[in-house]
């Protein structure tokens, strides 16, 4: 196919198509209709009367030629072989020179008119007049003052009195108007004709050059046209597809049941309107190949409103379905997670707003979660706390890197303050830039309530033992490691806490380990136990017991 190019659509026609090819057996082929037509349509003439002249229209061929034929010697030999037509009263060879001498400058001003006047009209009735007016102007120029000129040789008189006679007469003003008439309705035509012509093969090219498939039908449904996508799509050539059903050569199902589904080009046909393919649409090749696709079809009307055909469009979206259907999946397994985590997942914009909190955001803080999307995080922090989270916010968001977490407080629908602890990372966009914060929170106030609570203990406990009279007391993990030990008789066992906390009994009792072991093995069965032992010359009496995490043992002198 040719290229099409970047002229206007009437420029291209006149440079393409009223000048063909330029192919020699086109040209020839061209000839040979014209000069035959040209030499028939000269044996049928009228004599002009009171004249030795003939009314004919011979040269209307001859005209067409010399805009059609594309090599310069085709039209030159047109213009000798219609020269030589016809009846004649004179010698052949002035009959020849005759009209060759208004011929050949007729043939030249028509290619140049032609070519770079008339070409360039884009109005067909301009085209027409243009044609018209020529044949005309050619018939005054040459035409006219040639054969006159001639006549008067051939009668031994003044040239020039001849020819302005000639012009005077106008003995050839009906032929010039017939011959006009003829030239002008042609080219009209065959403009047209070559304009359709264009139109169809920049369609084709167009249809061609479009990534998608497209199937044109008539108002039967039947296919008129496909173009590559759409062969390669279906695995239907055109010579198979043409004339056949679409449903025959276009066969959908929906991909979830394997059923059938409705083609898309019957309910244009019924309904007259543009519509598309429901999604999971799944296309079944001629070799059995299955392509998800999109697609949509719409009417062809014709310019009194007749629907005379559909087109419909449609393209291979298989992976982008299987990464969609991957995206859904994923996303339901991540909405999943969120949604019945205990823990609160949020997302912030670096201004601090909430632009999202997860479903048990309503039972964390006692109102529903699109309540809290456009508000800021301080509208629920501790006065006390807000620069913290603001500073830890903005450490996020400048690093672009997960920080450790931050303690916080906020009022929960008891009114009382829990404390939380919170810690995420800069949320980015598809380019690397960082647009926000997304976070985990955790409710940590059982967790702080015991650390309270543990250190109270403590601060008890080794009050208690700094000040436990005659005797120690030593408290032991489940690995029988000295946690803390202490008391006023404590030094009298020559023993010091620094010298045992942090070891196990083993080590720091050797010698009596196989004698302690089995009380203490008794204590994390949860038993009570007590004994007595000579320890460098004195006699102490202990008692074990067991509480959450630890075994304390009491030990008096």
């Known amino acids: 196919m040719e290229k099409p190019t970047g002229l206007h659509p009437e420029k291209r026609i006149a440079e393409q198509g009223l000048r063909p090819a330029g192919n020699l057996p086109r040209d020839l082929w061209l000839f040979a209709v014209l000069g035959v037509s040209g030499v028939a349509a000269s044996h049928f003439n009228v004599s002009i009367p009171h004249t030795d002249m003939y009314f004919e229209v011979r040269w209307a061929f001859g005209f067409l030629g010399f805009a059609l034929l594309r090599r310069f010697w085709a039209a030159i030999l047109l213009a000798g072989l219609l020269s030589v037509g016809g009846p004649r009263q004179i010698p052949l060879t002035l009959v020849f020179s005759g009209n060759m001498l208004y011929a050949v400058p007729c043939l030249g001003l028509v290619r140049f008119s032609h070519q770079h006047l008339l070409s360039r009209c884009r109005s067909l009735g301009w085209f027409a007049a243009g044609w018209f007016l020529l044949v005309l102007i050619c018939y005054q120029l040459f035409n006219t003052p040639v054969l006159w000129a001639l006549l008067a040789l051939l009668r031994d008189v003044p040239v020039l009195p001849m020819i302005l006679a000639g012009w005077r007469d106008q003995p050839w003003l009906v032929e010039s108007l017939i011959v006009g008439i003829i030239c002008a309705s042609g080219m009209t035509a065959m403009r047209s004709h070559l304009a359709l012509l264009q139109s169809r093969h920049e369609l084709a090219i167009t249809l061609d050059a479009i990534g998608d498939g497209v199937i044109a039908s008539d108002a039967r449904g039947r296919i008129v046209r496909m173009n590559p996508a759409a062969r390669s799509l279906t695995g239907w050539s055109v010579a198979e597809a043409l004339g056949r059903p679409v449903e025959s050569v276009f066969r959908i199902v929906d991909a979830r049941t394997g059923e059938p589904a409705e083609n898309p080009v019957a309910r244009v046909l019924r309904e007259g309107a543009v519509v598309g393919l429901a999604d999971h649409t799944c296309l079944i090749a001629k070799n059995g190949a299955e392509y998800q696709i999109a697609d949509s079809a719409a009417p062809i009307y014709e310019a009194d409103g007749r629907l005379v055909g559909t087109v419909m469009v449609f393209r291979d979206v298989t992976r982008e379905y299987h990464d969609r259907e991957a995206l859904r999946k994923s996303e339901h397994r991540f909405r999943s997670f969120v949604e019945n985590a205990n823990d609160l997942v949020y997302a912030l914009s670096p201004e601090g707003i909430f632009t999202y909190v997860s479903p048990n955001w309503a039972e964390a803080f006692g109102e ?190």
Not at 409 to 429: C, E, F, I, Q, Y
Not at 448 to 476: C, D, H, I, V, W
Request: charge should be negative.
């Open 368 to 557: 529903p979660p699109e309540a809290a999307v456009g508000c800021s995080f301080e509208t629920y922090v501790h006065p006390e706390d807000i620069h913290l989270c603001r500073g830890f916010l903005e450490e996020v968001l400048q690093s672009g890197e997960r920080q450790s977490s931050v303690e916080y407080r906020v009022r929960n629908p008891d009114g009382a303050w829990h404390w939380h602890t919170s810690k995420g990372s800069s949320l980015r966009n598809d380019a690397g830039e960082v647009i926000g914060y997304v976070g985990i929170a955790r409710d940590v106030t059982r967790r702080k309530q015991m650390e309270e609570a543990l250190r109270t203990s403590e601060a008890r406990y080794r009050s208690l033992t700094e000040n436990f009279p005659n005797g120690a007391l030593f408290l032991f993990d489940r690995e029988f490691r000295y946690l803390a030990a202490n008391g006023k008789g404590f030094a009298a066992a020559g023993l010091t806490p620094e010298a045992v906390e942090g070891r196990t009994v083993r080590e720091v009792f050797p010698e009596h380990w196989d004698f302690f072991r089995p009380y203490h093995e008794a204590v994390l069965r949860g038993e009570e136990t007590g004994y007595e032992i000579e320890y460098r010359g004195r006699i102490y009496s202990n008692r074990n017991s067991k509480s959450e995490g630890s075994n304390p043992l009491f030990m008096t002198d």
